[in-house]
């Protein structure tokens, strides 16, 4: 046999070979593919979770609808506080001596009624002045009284007489002034060196910064009285969450044992300069003196435009975090489908869902963290 016929026997057979060793490294390769195809478990997809109806009940999961409608509720802590229309500091027009305080806190006070009595020499100068401005007053009337008599009688010129009527009006004015002075500082206080300092309005003392016998610059705080029959809440809301809250909004006020409905009177147009956050007043009822100034609440503030009558609303137990991301568990014929949804507002017990669920699916409100833990499972069996 001669060279060349041996190698065009040997080709084929070369050939074989080397495509025999081609197909046992391909099967090699394959195998991991085939075993990771055979473990992984029937009926897992991604974001699902087959259960049976009887695996359902056993794990207490409930399922419901979600709810459609209705505005968003805002839950913060809140502090009541003094109505600022209600509430007057009481402070001294003059300088001196505390000598008398009438008043303690808590205490009720009529308008008018003396709360404290201020000795100085600047209240005997302005009590000094009433009397001798009473005197002239006094004097000029009595001349101008002579003097119209005298006129009547074709005894003094008509010139005198305008004079002395002249002199009785200047001396009133002195009079009434030196009046206006004393009642802007205080009243009589029971003597010509004493002014009585009284309630601007009428209420309770709800702060006394002045002990007796001390002794005061002039504006400096005496007390601070408050009509408690209406009573604020202070509230502080991010600019998002203020940006739906209107005048008139309705705010649910729970405290230990008590709840009342207040009204928001006013929204801040200003961000507060040291917390960044819109300041809120809610106007709040208060005839029965059920609520204390500096009293820490709980307010569940409505939103206004969160939604409206087309928001879809779910259970805050329905909502679970996969991945860095939200998702509710929509019940299927196999099980539950995670199905992710973008959030609004924390409504109370509810959560506004802006984007994922129609509101007609069927979802897993109670125990949905079962769900989560066994769609975790099912991803470690895939890996």
């Given at each position: 046999?001669?060279?060349t016929n041996k190698a065009m026997l040997l080709a084929p057979l070369t050939l074989a070979i080397m495509l025999g060793g081609c197909g046992g490294e ?26 049976s109806e009887d695996q359902i009940r056993s794990a207490g999961i409930q399922i419901a609808l979600p709810t459609i409608g209705g505005t968003g509720v ?282 994922g669920l129609t509101g007609r699916e069927q979802i897993a409100t109670v125990n949905s963290f079962t769900l989560k833990a066994e769609l975790g499972k ?6």
């Amino acid at each position: 046999m001669t060279l060349t016929n041996k190698a065009m026997l040997l080709a084929p057979l070369t050939l074989a070979i080397m495509l025999g060793g081609c197909g046992g490294e391909a099967s090699k390769k394959d195998e991991p593919a085939q075993e990771k195809a055979a473990s992984k478990a029937p009926g897992v997809d991604e974001n699902k979770v087959t259960l049976s109806e009887d695996q359902i009940r056993s794990a207490g999961i409930q399922i419901a609808l979600p709810t459609i409608g209705g505005t968003g509720v805002l839950e913060l802590p809140a502090i009541i506080e003094g109505d600022p229309q209600g509430t007057q500091v009481v402070s001294a027009a003059i300088g001196g001596r505390v000598v008398s305080l009438s008043r303690n806190l808590g205490q009720s006070v009529g308008r008018g009624q003396t709360l404290a009595v201020i000795e100085s020499r600047e209240a005997a100068q302005l009590n000094g002045e009433v009397q001798a401005t009473r005197a002239r007053l006094a004097l000029a009337n009595s001349n101008l009284a002579r003097e119209q008599r005298l006129f009547a009688q074709r005894v003094s010129p008509e010139q005198d007489l305008i004079a002395a009527r002249t002199a009785a009006t200047e001396a009133r004015i002195a009079y009434t002034q030196a009046q206006q002075q004393v009642s802007a500082a205080g009243a009589g206080g029971g003597g010509l060196n004493r002014l009585a300092i009284t309630a601007p309005v009428s209420g309770q003392v709800i702060s006394r910064s002045v002990v007796l016998g001390q002794t005061v610059a002039a504006d400096a705080e005496l007390y601070r009285v408050a009509n408690l029959s209406s009573v604020s809440l202070s509230l502080s809301l991010q600019p998002a969450d203020a940006g739906r809250v209107r005048p008139g909004n309705s705010v649910t006020v729970t405290a230990a044992g008590r709840k009342a409905t207040a009204n928001i009177s006013f929204v801040s147009p200003a961000l507060d300069a040291q917390t960044r956050q819109v300041p809120v007043i809610a106007t709040l009822d208060n005839k029965g003196m059920e609520w204390r100034v500096g009293e820490p609440v709980t307010a569940a503030v409505q939103l206004s435009g969160s939604g409206g009558d087309g928001a879809v609303r779910v259970p805050s137990t329905a909502i679970q975090t996969v991945e860095g991301k939200s998702v509710v568990f929509v019940r299927t014929k196999s099980g539950f489908q995670a199905v992710p949804v973008s959030l609004g507002d924390n409504s109370g017990a509810t959560v506004i869902v802006r984007s994922g669920l129609t509101g007609r699916e069927q979802i897993a409100t109670v125990n949905s963290f079962t769900l989560k833990a066994e769609l975790g499972k099912s991803e470690a069996q895939e890996d």
